[in-house]
Each structure stands twice: as C-alpha cells, then as structure tokens.
C-alpha cells in the first residue's frame, strides 16, 4: 500500500491517467457489455478511451500544474 502511495506522490499525472482511464474504462464496459461488439472493437474503444483520458489528464491537470500566479489578480 504504501508503495502505490508513494507512486502517487511520485508521480500524480501517470496516477491521475490510470484511475481516469480504469474509471472510464469500466463506463464503457458496463453501458456497451450487451451490444454485441467483437474482440477487436472492445480493443479498440479501450484504446481509444485510455487514450483520451490521457489527454484529459494531460490538458486539464497540466494546464493548472503550468499555470503562473498573475500578480494583478488578487488571489494570484
């Protein structure tokens, strides 16, 4: 436990991706298990959705983590 932890810590935008891409993954899985999709379409859409979520961590997390406090405004 404290090994995952200290990842964490470590390392907040690859923890950040894995739990967004793991929540939206199970999204995916329970909303489409009965359309019937191939092996190859599950792989692909999860693919394709750890993928995003990788961007959104990326530009989301990232953009606040590279933001500079501007001086003229008054909580800044």
């Known amino acids: 436990m404290a090994s995952v932890l200290g990842f964490f810590r470590t390392h907040p935008r ?31 859409l999860i693919v394709a959705t750890t993928l995003v979520a990788g961007l959104c961590v990326w530009l989301i997390v990232g953009a606040e983590d590279d933001e500079q406090p501007d001086p003229k405004r008054p909580n800044g």
């Open 14 to 44: 690859l923890g950040a991706w894995a739990v967004l891409a793991a929540l939206m993954n199970l999204i995916l899985v329970v909303t489409a298990r009965d359309v019937g999709l191939m092996a190859t379409q599950w792989l692909a």
